[in-house]
């Protein structure tokens, strides 16, 4: 049973379906709107359309009416005002079952509208350019869309309003598998969409504007979009999904391709994101091994097979069910290596022959192949949620060039001491504060992390060292470089280090005892080295 508008071309079935009749199509993106339309003309719709997309319709041999036909009012001002007009959103606005709504249409010689498909100026895309000038950014502000797509959306218990060209197959789908209606469910959740496209649009614009005044603006509108559910959170009983800042030029897991195991977890993306973010910091072959969102072993070699060896025995214990990242793909020998052990998530741009083979014998490794080549938008901000709010800060950026640290101490590091300092301050960085890294030879040996006090860690990362590495430690700690994410606050940390073996000491410098520190260092022969930049990581 249907309730037909004969008069409107309106028609309401039961079910909450409506029939469509009319569909106006006024896209920027026209991927696929061809073929969309040539659908809904296949069914006996009536195409409305402007400007651009009209053309584009009719050299696919579409049949299209004008919008400035059925509204009687030509464009003007360039193209600024076309569909702001009172008949089209009457067509769009009358809510179908309400009586004196659609008789006021049929005063007026308005036909209803069922189908809104729009698409918006690509504000975001013309201000991610580089010195756009502001006229050109302006012009690509939609206004006549954005108006036409929250009508749709408002009154979507009447009209379907579809703003991505994804959607096209599934309307069509369910037109043509329906004899030409769309069901209530579908309207709502096209309307939902909808209502996300502009919030984003509009988000993108109070950026764009704000950054003309502020670097922390007074008021911050930041969308964001789902990538990937999540199997569950920090804990089992713990929902959670992985969100992307809308407009960002990648995320953690773009281009980035599952090719086995376990659904992942919100740990294995926290994890996964620290060990990428290190890995990416070193040119030669490299390896990372993060454990509760700490590297326990990293290492640079000749070929990955090299770095991980090296990484892994800076912390055999920690590394069970820790996640790896490589910067080079993994060929079948290091697959072999890898499959002795537990991994939660392994993370490589590429694999070579046979390796999978060997590595997909276990069902629950989750096994990554990246390949984001793009690099991370320099002026992106650091977010942690807190209570009610966000925190946000400047990233802390890339390691410190060895030009701009000062050595503080009589004896001068030689060239290999400099490698050890400084590939053990690249790693600092990534540890939770308060951090030690002690390391030589291009890898870890020990990692102190998260440790309240600063002596602690120092004395953690000595005791790790020693408990994976047994009769060898000693020989292995002397001529080391220890980093410290801050100054030491006493002689007490670098002491303990230098009776350790090492020789060599890496830190921000600035506390008030900066002097005692320099007197310990003097005393046992210790060359250190002053970056001037702390490297806090909460």
């Known amino acids: 049973m249907t309730e037909a508008r004969e008069d409107t071309g309106s028609e309401t079935v039961e079910d909450g379906a409506i029939r469509v009749r009319r569909a106006l199509i006024s896209v920027s993106d026209k991927t696929g709107v061809a073929d969309f339309a040539k659908s809904l003309t296949a069914l006996g719709v009536e195409i409305l359309s402007t400007g651009g997309t009209a053309s584009a319709l009719r050299e696919a041999g579409i049949e299209v009416t004008d919008v400035s036909e ?242 892994l025995a800076c912390d055999p214990v920690s590394a069970y069910g820790g996640v790896i990242a490589l910067n080079r793909p993994v060929s079948r020998e290091l697959a072999e290596e890898l499959h002795k052990n537990f991994v939660e998530v392994l993370n490589a741009p590429g694999f070579d022959d046979g390796a999978l083979e060997v590595l997909q014998q276990k069902e629950a490794i989750r096994i990554l192949c990246e390949e984001e080549r793009r690099e991370p938008d320099d002026g992106e901000r650091d977010v942690k949620r807190v209570l009610g709010g966000l925190l946000i800060q400047d990233r802390d950026g890339d390691p410190e060039p060895r030009e701009i640290m000062e050595v503080v101490t009589k004896t001068q590091p030689s060239e290999e001491q400099w490698d050890d300092m400084l590939f053990a301050w690249t790693v600092c960085r990534r540890v939770r504060s308060n951090a030690i890294v002690i390391a030589k030879d291009g890898a870890t040996l020990g990692i102190g992390a998260g440790q309240m006090s600063r002596v602690d860690s120092v004395r953690l990362a000595v005791e790790k060292c020693r408990d994976a590495r047994g009769e060898e430690a000693d020989a292995l700690l002397t001529g080391s470089a220890v980093a410290s994410d801050a100054f030491f606050p006493f002689a007490d940390g670098p002491e303990l280090a230098i009776e350790a073996g090492s020789n060599s000491v890496i830190q921000p410098g600035g506390s008030k005892r900066d002097g005692e520190v320099i007197e310990a260092c003097d005393a046992g022969a210790i060359a250190m080295v002053f970056t001037k930049h702390r490297h806090f990581r909460h």
């Open 70 to 311: 059925f509204t009687g009012q030509a464009e003007i001002l360039d193209g600024r005002v076309k569909t702001l007009h009172p008949r089209l959103h009457a067509a769009l606005l009358a809510r179908r079952e309400d009586p004196d709504h659609m008789a006021t249409l049929e005063r007026e010689g308005i036909e209803p509208i069922d189908v809104v498909c729009v698409n918006l100026y690509p504000f975001e895309e013309t201000v991610a350019g580089h010195e756009v000038a502001p006229e050109v950014a302006i012009e690509n502000i939609d206004i006549g869309g954005p108006t036409m797509i929250r009508a749709a959306a408002k009154n979507h218990e009447g009209v379907a309003v579809i703003v991505k060209p994804e959607s096209y197959d599934a309307v069509c789908a369910e037109l043509e598998e329906s004899g030409g209606t769309i069901s209530a469910t579908t309207r709502h959740w096209l309307a939902n969409e909808a209502f996300a496209q502009t919030a984003r649009y509009d988000a993108a614009i109070s950026r764009w504007f704000s950054a003309e005044y502020e670097d922390f603006p007074e008021h911050l509108a930041i969308a964001y979009e789902k990538v990937l559910d999540l199997s569950y959170g920090e804990n089992p009983h713990q929902r959670a999904a992985l969100y992307s800042e809308a407009g960002t030029r990648s995320h953690v897991l773009s281009r980035v391709s599952k090719l086995h195991g376990r659904a992942l977890s919100f740990n294995n993306v926290l994890d996964l994101d620290s060990a990428r973010g290190l890995v990416d910091d070193f040119e030669a072959p490299a390896c990372v091994i993060v454990k509760h969102n700490n590297p326990c072993g990293v290492a640079i070699g000749a070929d990955a097979q090299e770095a991980y060896l090296k990484a």
